[in-house]
């Protein structure tokens, strides 16, 4: 619910040559998206903070000597918007590709085909192959919970689940460790999940997870859909309260 | 202590000084010391003991003498003489020395270019006073351009002056510090921090080390007038791990100041305050960045966050933070003191100021230097550095460490600034200065660096998490000679791509150096692709069919 | 006017693919018209002509047989489909790659066996370092990702094809579909 | 979950925890001080290892994970105890154009480690060293904290021995030491 005493002013842009008015307060994506103009993106997740690192959403901003982040970059008055200039189309696809290459996903044995972002975003994106080399790591399962599963070969550093264990559920479970190529989500001290003794088996983690890195336990191929829903709702019902 | 006492003591101090007997100085910069210079000192004392000469031979622990290659390095006042590779067994010789005058002895010539070549104003102390004492640093003139600044300029004024002077930030990009210092001053805030950055990540490059453990006192001078000129009243200077004395010697200096009322309290007597703390670093190249290095100060993983909103409107805990590195801070006293105009005189147009390089690699001389903006490459190489030793050909000079790039021949009579290095590909960076020679390969060079990136990436964004790595296993099927022109199209697009797409600057930069090397050097990699041939004979070609056999 | 002459080849892939091919059922007889299905494993010709018009491969370059099929095809062919997405990405077959051959063909031939454990050293072809997708290893010109890519994608992408166009497939099917 | 409200006993009697606690007082008990609390435990303990790391995370109230986060962001920090000896091969670019990839090699060879490990027998850590700052001194290793300057494989190969007590090959044929 917008709050009437914030202060904001509505500004007018550009995006892709269509005027359009939005409140300045409002990140570049949102104001897309009201506009029904589609800036696809993996680490955004509505009732999440966001982070801007995923770096598909970026866009063409005339004037601006970079691409810059729509999740997290703000409207402003007379700003020229690109959303799908040939060139950050090309980048979308090389960072989709680079996702593929990177972990081991295998869309055809995996629990979320036919559900996943991941997925969803290649056929959006126009992925038909991976040009990049794969880089094959070998990445151990963690089945030791016994309700869900951790699959770190489908894993794509979303941190999706490291907030909303931290900004939703309040345990901090998870979060990531090493960093650069080396970098693993983990839970508490890096031991098995199912010894964790902050997981509250909440299981939001799972649902928010983009891919079939987070699944619940006795889920085949093709079966694990996921439920967001709790989370629009919790993010509404928390500033009620407040 | 205010600004009359501080000049009494000041001239006290340099009394003292005059009226002192023999002087010698055996520099304890960590160069020497790993070549033992701390044996020197303590068979220079033992000596000096057994010949009854302790209050006759005052024995000075200095800073850097700059010319590290020839470590351990003495210096006796009386005849100006710098003596080279000295071992305890010179020291009688050295002793001796005071009273005939210099005869015998490995005698480092002073009229070397470089030396003579050299303008010193942040290195001014070093190696001249002994970092600890704090007496020393203040006949040098030290704190008086703070007192001056908090007892008889604006924060205006301050802002102005340094605005004037042209100087830009020494830390990589150059940004105008007057400028940043405003932002941060006009950003509307009870609470505001100063940080002095001091996570000198580059290889290659230990300018702010040798300052910090030189002349810390100067540092600290500048994070203050600054702590002055923008309102705040605390500051950090964020300290690789990696530099344990520098640590100590700022640890000591924050100490010392405060015990005379030139940082902490009511400075020099007046309202203002400021307090300054010593945070170590833990090891990441990426906490050079300023948003990760704010993240790392509060206690996460250093992982960068988008700018904007820019520290300096939103940074410590939120609020409006100066980040400026140590070079730049060092400035401030000596430009404050001696005034805009004369710190605009020197340098180029838009490059003002001397800068600090870090001159090593295959070059006769090594060791730190500090010389005017627009002094050309050539002249650093040949005429300070005294060339290229072994008989062996200049390939090219790299500067500004992983995020730079490879300068080669043709640009050597280009003046060094700014905006002349970005024109060829590469950058000022923090003043790692690294000359190759022939023997090296460039395209093994662009791979350690690719190699540097990919390890000290934090892993947040996608283009550089995956791309460095993506990149290094290419250069690596190259210098295998294992790649075909498909792999090198592609390390090509990926240059690009992270270039433009990377959340910081370490990703942004990161395809710099293959960058500057595809461009000035293509030939190498090309003999490595279609002939299987290391022209320089450092990568092992052991490939003879294709991708496929390494794969 | 003579008809297009099609080979497809069945690399390491579990043959679904060709399933698929044949799902297209009736379509195949209109097909049959305008194409000649010159080499197959659904036929007898058991030589791969000297110039084929398009070629559909499917699955991964898993052995040195493969590379060697593989490079031949690519030869003698005109436009090379990559069909599935084991031929695609490398998919199941690519699931090996982050354990190495080693380790691989020691589980499958003693580690899980009970009667005479032991690795094949003759008549196999031996398997390369890692199951690799086609285009890593020559040029492809049409990529059919799915697992398996269903009849009528394949339909899509022959007629297609057969009027001159390269398919833009970008929405029609993907991988694991 | 014990000593979550309560202010938490260190892990063990040991009294180096005096050091440790007296850095988080010192912060004021504030999560921000979680890399120099581990700063001094590493310091103290030579290594950081779980039960350290869950009393850093009582007491400082900053979650398990993500004090496992820091502690594995930062290279500084190491979470298995260091061999008796250290040999740290700097790796800055000067020292690399001038063959630090070899002395990293040689030394892998010989002891069947690669940098970050520690041989079987805890003798010798073998670590690799972004720049030490030693440039001028190219290539350089640091060997139990002293800074070795020009270093060549043989002479390397040398002083680990003549650290860990074996006598060198190359002594044994006769060769000079440096």
């Given at each position: 619910?917008?709050?009437?005493t914030?202060?904001?002013?509505?500004?007018?842009?550009?995006?892709?040559?269509?005027?359009?008015s939005?409140?300045?307060?409002?990140?570049?994506?949102?104001?897309?998206?009201e506009?029904?103009?589609?800036?696809?993106g993996l680490?955004?997740?509505t009732?999440?903070?966001?982070i801007?690192?995923?770096?598909?959403?970026?866009?063409?901003?005339?004037?601006?000597?970079?691409?810059?982040?729509?999740?997290v970059?703000r409207?402003?008055?007379?700003m020229e918007?690109?959303?799908?200039?040939?060139?950050?189309?090309n980048?979308?696809?090389?960072?989709?590709?680079?996702l593929?290459?990177?972990r081991?996903?295998?869309?055809?044995v995996?629990?979320?085909?036919?559900?996943?972002?991941?997925q969803?975003?290649?056929?959006?994106?126009g992925l038909?192959y991976?040009?990049?080399p794969?880089?094959?790591?070998?990445?151990?399962?963690?089945?030791s919970?016994?309700?869900?599963?951790?699959?770190p070969n489908?894993?794509?550093?979303?941190?999706?689940c490291?907030?909303?264990?931290?900004?939703?559920e309040?345990?901090?479970?998870?979060?990531?460790m090493g960093?650069g190529?080396?970098?693993?989500?983990?839970?508490?001290?890096?031991?098995?999940?199912g010894?964790?003794?902050?997981?509250?088996?909440?299981?939001?983690?799972?649902?928010?997870c983009?891919?079939?890195?987070?699944f619940?336990k006795?889920k085949?191929?093709a079966?694990m859909?996921k439920?967001?829903?709790?989370?629009?709702?919790?993010?509404?019902?928390?500033?009620?309260?407040? | 202590?205010?600004?009359?006492?501080?000049?009494?003591?000041?001239?006290?101090?340099?009394?003292?000084?005059?009226g002192?007997?023999?002087?010698?100085?055996?520099?304890?910069?960590?160069?020497?010391v790993?070549?033992?210079?701390?044996?020197?000192?303590?068979?220079?004392n033992?000596?000096?003991?057994?010949?009854g000469?302790?209050?006759?031979?005052?024995?000075?622990?200095?800073?850097?003498?700059?010319?590290?290659?020839?470590?351990?390095l003495?210096?006796v006042?009386?005849h100006?003489?710098?003596?080279?590779h000295?071992?305890?067994?010179d020291?009688?010789?050295?002793?001796?020395?005071?009273?005939?005058g210099?005869?015998?002895?490995?005698?480092?010539p002073t009229?070397?270019?470089f030396f003579?070549?050299?303008?010193?104003?942040?290195?001014e102390?070093s190696?001249?006073?002994?970092?600890?004492?704090?007496?020393?640093?203040?006949?040098?003139?030290?704190?008086?351009?703070?007192?001056?600044?908090?007892?008889q300029?604006?924060?205006?004024?301050?802002?102005a002056?340094?605005?004037?002077?042209?100087l830009?930030?020494?830390?990589?990009?150059?940004?105008?510090?007057?400028?940043?210092?405003?932002?941060?001053?006009?950003?509307?805030s009870e609470?505001?921090?100063?940080?002095?950055n001091?996570?000198?990540?580059?290889?290659g490059?230990?300018?702010?080390r040798?300052?910090?453990?030189?002349?810390?006192h100067?540092?600290?001078?500048?994070?203050?007038?600054a702590a002055?000129?923008?309102?705040?009243d605390?500051g950090?200077i964020?300290?690789?791990?990696?530099?344990p004395?520098?640590?100590?010697?700022?640890?000591?200096?924050?100490?010392?100041?405060?015990?005379?009322?030139?940082l902490?309290?009511?400075?020099?007597?007046?309202?203002?305050?400021?307090?300054?703390?010593v945070?170590?670093?833990?090891?990441?190249f990426?906490?050079?960045?300023?948003?990760?290095?704010?993240?790392?100060i509060?206690?996460?993983?250093?992982?960068p966050?988008p700018?904007?909103?820019y520290?300096?409107?939103?940074?410590l805990?939120?609020?409006?933070?100066l980040?400026?590195n140590?070079e730049?801070?060092a400035?401030?006293?000596?430009?404050?003191?001696r005034?805009a105009?004369?710190f605009?005189g020197?340098?180029?147009?838009?490059?003002?100021?001397?800068?600090?390089?870090?001159?090593t690699?295959?070059?006769?001389?090594?060791?730190?230097?500090?010389?005017?903006?627009?002094?050309?490459?050539?002249?650093i190489?040949?005429?300070i550095?005294?060339?290229?030793?072994?008989?062996?050909?200049?390939?090219?000079?790299?500067?500004?460490g992983p995020?730079?790039?490879?300068?080669?021949?043709q640009?050597?009579?280009?003046?060094?600034?700014?905006?002349s290095?970005?024109?060829v590909g590469?950058?000022?960076?923090?003043?790692?200065?690294?000359v190759?020679?022939?023997s090296?390969?460039?395209?093994?060079v662009?791979?350690?660096?690719?190699?540097?990136?990919?390890?000290?990436?934090?892993?947040?964004?996608?283009?550089?998490?995956v791309?460095?790595a993506?990149?290094?296993?290419?250069?690596q099927?190259?210098?295998?000679?294992?790649?075909?022109?498909?792999?090198?199209?592609?390390l090509?697009?990926?240059?690009?791509?992270v270039?433009d797409?990377?959340?910081?600057g370490?990703?942004?930069s990161?395809?710099?150096?293959?960058?500057?090397?595809?461009?000035?050097?293509?030939?190498?990699?090309?003999a490595?692709?279609?002939?299987?041939?290391?022209?320089a004979?450092?990568?092992?070609?052991?490939?003879?069919?294709?991708?496929?056999?390494?794969? | 006017m003579?008809?297009?002459?099609?080979?497809?080849?069945?690399?390491?892939?579990?043959?679904?693919?060709?399933?698929?091919?044949?799902?297209?059922?009736?379509?195949?007889?209109?097909?049959?018209?305008k194409?000649?299905?010159?080499?197959?494993?659904?036929?007898?010709?058991?030589?791969?002509?000297?110039?084929?018009?398009v070629?559909?491969?499917?699955?991964?370059?898993?052995?040195?047989?493969?590379?060697?099929?593989?490079?031949?095809?690519r030869?003698?062919t005109?436009i090379?489909?990559?069909l599935?997405?084991?031929?695609v990405?490398s998919?199941?077959?690519?699931?090996?790659?982050?354990?190495?051959?080693?380790?691989?063909?020691?589980?499958?031939?003693?580690?899980n066996?009970?009667?005479?454990?032991?690795?094949?050293?003759?008549?196999?072809?031996p398997?390369?370092?890692?199951?690799?997708?086609?285009?890593?290893?020559?040029?492809v010109?049409?990529?059919?990702p799915?697992?398996p890519?269903?009849?009528?994608?394949?339909?899509?992408?022959?007629?297609?094809?057969?009027?001159?166009?390269?398919?833009d497939l970008?929405?029609?099917?993907?991988?694991g579909? | 979950?014990p000593?979550?409200?309560?202010?938490?006993?260190?892990p063990?009697e040991d009294?180096?925890?005096?050091?440790?606690?007296?850095?988080?007082?010192?912060?004021?008990?504030?999560?921000?001080?979680?890399?120099?609390?581990?700063?001094?435990i590493?310091?103290?303990?030579?290594?950081l290892?779980?039960?350290?790391m869950?009393?850093?995370a009582?007491?400082?109230r900053?979650?398990?994970?993500?004090?496992?986060?820091?502690?594995?962001?930062?290279?500084f920090?190491?979470?298995?105890p260091?061999?008796?000896?250290?040999?740290?091969?700097?790796?800055?670019?000067s020292?690399?154009?001038?063959?630090?990839?070899?002395?990293?090699?040689?030394?892998?060879?010989?002891?069947?480690?690669?940098?970050g490990?520690?041989?079987?027998?805890?003798?010798?850590s073998l670590?690799k060293?972004?720049?030490?700052?030693?440039?001028?001194?190219?290539?350089a290793?640091?060997?139990?904290?002293?800074?070795?300057?020009?270093?060549?494989?043989?002479?390397?190969?040398?002083?680990?021995?003549?650290?860990?007590?074996?006598p060198a090959?190359?002594?044994?044929?006769?060769?000079?030491?440096?």
């Amino acid at each position: 619910m917008p709050d009437a005493t914030a202060l904001y002013q509505v500004v007018t842009l550009v995006i892709n040559g269509v005027e359009i008015s939005a409140r300045s307060d409002q990140t570049i994506m949102q104001a897309a998206e009201e506009n029904e103009i589609e800036i696809p993106g993996l680490c955004h997740l509505t009732g999440l903070k966001d982070i801007g690192a995923c770096r598909l959403c970026v866009v063409e901003v005339k004037g601006a000597p970079r691409l810059v982040p729509s999740c997290v970059t703000r409207v402003a008055e007379g700003m020229e918007i690109f959303t799908h200039s040939e060139r950050v189309v090309n980048y979308r696809r090389t960072i989709l590709e680079m996702l593929y290459a990177e972990r081991n996903h295998v869309c055809s044995v995996c629990v979320s085909n036919g559900h996943c972002d991941l997925q969803a975003l290649a056929l959006k994106c126009g992925l038909e192959y991976v040009h990049l080399p794969y880089m094959t790591p070998r990445l151990k399962i963690d089945a030791s919970h016994d309700r869900f599963v951790y699959d770190p070969n489908r894993c794509v550093l979303c941190t999706r689940c490291v907030r909303v264990c931290d900004e939703i559920e309040g345990a901090h479970t998870w979060d990531v460790m090493g960093r650069g190529i080396e970098a693993r989500v983990v839970t508490d001290l890096g031991q098995p999940w199912g010894e964790s003794e902050t997981c509250t088996g909440c299981g939001k983690c799972v649902h928010v997870c983009p891919t079939g890195a987070l699944f619940e336990k006795g889920k085949s191929v093709a079966e694990m859909e996921k439920r967001r829903q709790f989370l629009p709702y919790l993010t509404v019902m928390r500033e009620v309260k407040r | 202590m205010n600004l009359d006492e501080l000049q009494k003591m000041a001239e006290q101090e340099r009394e003292v000084k005059e009226g002192q007997p023999q002087k010698i100085r055996v520099c304890m910069g960590t160069g020497c010391v790993a070549s033992f210079s701390d044996r020197v000192l303590q068979a220079l004392n033992e000596k000096c003991k057994e010949m009854g000469l302790e209050r006759d031979v005052l024995r000075l622990e200095v800073g850097c003498l700059g010319l590290c290659s020839n470590g351990p390095l003495v210096k006796v006042d009386k005849h100006n003489t710098l003596y080279q590779h000295v071992t305890p067994e010179d020291v009688p010789t050295i002793l001796e020395s005071l009273k005939e005058g210099p005869g015998e002895g490995d005698i480092c010539p002073t009229d070397l270019p470089f030396f003579t070549r050299q303008q010193k104003i942040v290195l001014e102390n070093s190696g001249v006073i002994n970092p600890d004492q704090i007496e020393e640093y203040i006949a040098a003139d030290g704190y008086l351009a703070l007192l001056t600044a908090v007892s008889q300029m604006s924060p205006t004024e301050v802002i102005a002056e340094i605005t004037h002077s042209g100087l830009r930030g020494r830390g990589g990009a150059g940004y105008p510090t007057g400028l940043k210092w405003n932002t941060v001053a006009k950003a509307p805030s009870e609470k505001k921090y100063v940080i002095c950055n001091g996570d000198e990540g580059d290889p290659g490059a230990f300018m702010d080390r040798s300052v910090m453990e030189d002349d810390p006192h100067r540092v600290l001078e500048g994070m203050a007038i600054a702590a002055y000129a923008v309102g705040a009243d605390q500051g950090y200077i964020y300290v690789r791990a990696e530099y344990p004395r520098a640590i100590k010697r700022l640890k000591t200096a924050i100490n010392r100041a405060e015990r005379l009322g030139l940082l902490g309290k009511n400075i020099g007597g007046t309202p203002f305050s400021f307090h300054v703390e010593v945070r170590v670093g833990a090891g990441a190249f990426v906490c050079g960045e300023e948003t990760a290095l704010i993240a790392s100060i509060e206690g996460h993983r250093g992982q960068p966050r988008p700018r904007p909103p820019y520290p300096a409107q939103s940074g410590l805990w939120g609020f409006p933070t100066l980040i400026n590195n140590v070079e730049t801070f060092a400035n401030v006293p000596s430009i404050i003191r001696r005034g805009a105009a004369w710190f605009a005189g020197i340098g180029t147009e838009k490059s003002k100021g001397t800068k600090v390089f870090c001159l090593t690699g295959a070059v006769a001389h090594t060791g730190l230097i500090e010389v005017p903006m627009g002094i050309t490459l050539r002249e650093i190489v040949f005429d300070i550095g005294g060339g290229i030793p072994n008989g062996r050909k200049f390939k090219a000079v790299q500067t500004g460490g992983p995020s730079g790039g490879c300068i080669p021949e043709q640009f050597l009579d280009m003046p060094v600034d700014y905006d002349s290095l970005k024109s060829v590909g590469s950058i000022m960076g923090s003043g790692g200065m690294i000359v190759i020679d022939d023997s090296s390969c460039m395209v093994d060079v662009a791979k350690y660096f690719m190699e540097f990136c990919m390890s000290e990436s934090c892993g947040k964004c996608i283009p550089c998490r995956v791309g460095t790595a993506q990149m290094y296993h290419l250069l690596q099927q190259i210098t295998a000679g294992e790649a075909t022109m498909t792999e090198l199209a592609l390390l090509e697009e990926l240059c690009e791509m992270v270039r433009d797409t990377s959340l910081c600057g370490l990703g942004q930069s990161a395809p710099n150096p293959v960058i500057s090397t595809l461009r000035f050097f293509r030939e190498e990699y090309l003999a490595h692709i279609q002939e299987r041939r290391c022209p320089a004979g450092v990568c092992p070609i052991t490939a003879t069919e294709g991708v496929l056999s390494h794969a | 006017m003579s008809r297009v002459k099609v080979a497809t080849v069945w690399l390491d892939g579990c043959s679904g693919c060709h399933m698929s091919f044949l799902d297209m059922d009736e379509a195949l007889i209109d097909l049959g018209k305008k194409i000649e299905v010159v080499y197959s494993p659904l036929v007898d010709n058991k030589v791969f002509p000297e110039s084929v018009d398009v070629s559909i491969v499917e699955g991964a370059v898993s052995s040195e047989e493969d590379l060697h099929k593989i490079r031949m095809v690519r030869e003698r062919t005109k436009i090379l489909v990559a069909l599935g997405d084991c031929a695609v990405t490398s998919n199941v077959p690519g699931m090996r790659n982050p354990f190495g051959v080693g380790p691989i063909l020691h589980r499958a031939y003693t580690e899980n066996v009970s009667i005479q454990p032991k690795t094949p050293t003759q008549v196999i072809p031996p398997l390369l370092p890692r199951a690799r997708p086609i285009h890593s290893v020559v040029a492809v010109d049409v990529f059919v990702p799915g697992c398996p890519p269903s009849a009528g994608t394949i339909h899509f992408v022959l007629s297609e094809l057969l009027e001159g166009r390269i398919p833009d497939l970008s929405q029609k099917t993907r991988f694991g579909a | 979950m014990p000593g979550l409200l309560s202010k938490p006993a260190p892990p063990s009697e040991d009294k180096r925890w005096r050091i440790v606690e007296a850095t988080m007082r010192r912060n004021g008990y504030a999560p921000h001080a979680l890399i120099e609390t581990l700063h001094s435990i590493q310091e103290t303990f030579g290594y950081l290892d779980e039960a350290s790391m869950r009393y850093t995370a009582a007491s400082l109230r900053v979650p398990l994970s993500k004090v496992y986060g820091v502690a594995t962001f930062y290279h500084f920090f190491a979470l298995k105890p260091q061999g008796k000896h250290v040999c740290v091969v700097c790796m800055g670019t000067s020292c690399y154009i001038k063959g630090a990839g070899t002395l990293l090699e040689t030394v892998e060879k010989e002891y069947g480690i690669r940098a970050g490990e520690t041989t079987p027998d805890g003798e010798i850590s073998l670590l690799k060293a972004r720049c030490i700052g030693s440039c001028g001194l190219a290539p350089a290793c640091v060997l139990d904290g002293v800074v070795a300057p020009k270093v060549t494989p043989e002479n390397l190969l040398e002083r680990l021995k003549e650290l860990t007590g074996q006598p060198a090959a190359a002594q044994k044929n006769g060769a000079s030491k440096p």
